[in-house]
C-alpha cells in the first residue's frame, strides 16, 4: 500500500462504498441549509416568480384577445367592403339603366322632331310646289291668252280692240284646251321638256 492510503486507513477513513456515504453531521447541516434555502425561495422568490408570470400570461392572452379582436374587426371589414362593393355595382347599373332611358327617350324625342320637321318641310314644299303650279298656270293663261289674241288677229286679220271681246275668247280658248284630251305623243314630248 501507499503511504497515502495507510494513513488515510490509519485515520478512519472510509472505503469502498462507504466513500460515498455522507457523515451524520454533513446529512443533517446539509438538510437544515437546503430547508432554510426552500422557505426562503418559497416565502419571497416564488411569490415574484409566479407574478412575472401572472403578468406574462395576462399580456399573452390580451394580444390573442387583441387578435381575435382584430380579426373579427378584419372580417367585419371585408364584409363591410364587399357590401359597398355591391351597393357601388348596383348604384352604377341603376345608373347605366336611368342614363340608357334618358338616351332612349332622347332619341325617340329626336325621332319624334325629325318627323315633325319633315312634315313641316313637306307642308312646306307641297305648299310652295302647289304656288308655283298655280304662277305656272297663271302665266301660262296669259301667254297663251296672248297667243290666242295674235292668232285670232291674223286669221280674222284684224286688230282685237275690244278688251271684253278678247278676254271671253281667251276665256274660252284655254276652257276647251282644259278639257280636250292630251295625246300620248303631246304628254311624251312634254315629259322630255321637264
Not at 289674241?149 to 278676254?167: F, I, N, R
Request: hydrophobic share 50%; charged share 25%.
Amino acid at each position: 500500500m501507499t503511504a497515502g492510503a495507510v494513513m488515510a486507513a490509519e485515520a478512519g477513513a472510509p472505503e469502498g462504498i462507504f466513500l460515498f456515504v455522507p457523515h451524520m453531521a454533513d446529512l443533517v447541516w446539509g438538510t437544515l441549509c437546503f430547508l432554510v434555502i426552500a422557505v426562503v425561495l418559497i416565502k419571497y422568490a416564488l411569490p415574484r416568480f409566479n407574478a412575472v408570470l401572472d403578468e406574462r400570461t395576462a399580456k399573452i392572452e390580451e394580444g390573442l384577445a387583441l387578435t381575435q379582436r382584430a380579426q373579427e374587426e378584419q372580417a367585419d371589414a371585408a364584409a363591410r367592403a364587399a357590401r359597398l362593393v355591391e351597393d357601388a355595382r348596383l348604384e352604377a347599373a341603376r345608373i347605366r339603366e336611368r342614363a340608357q332611358a334618358e338616351a332612349d327617350s332622347i332619341i325617340a324625342d329626336a325621332r319624334v322632331e325629325a318627323a315633325a320637321e319633315a312634315a313641316r318641310a313637306m307642308e312646306s314644299a307641297d305648299s310652295q310646289i302647289q304656288a308655283d303650279k298655280q304662277a305656272a298656270q297663271i302665266s301660262l293663261r296669259s301667254d297663251i291668252g296672248l297667243l290666242a289674241t295674235d292668232l285670232a288677229e291674223k286669221l280674222v286679220g284684224e286688230h282685237l280692240a275690244d278688251a271684253e271681246l278678247s278676254g271671253r275668247v281667251i276665256d274660252r280658248f284655254l276652257d276647251e284646251l282644259e278639257h280636250t284630251p292630251v295625246s300620248p305623243a303631246w304628254s311624251a314630248r312634254a315629259g322630255a321638256v321637264r
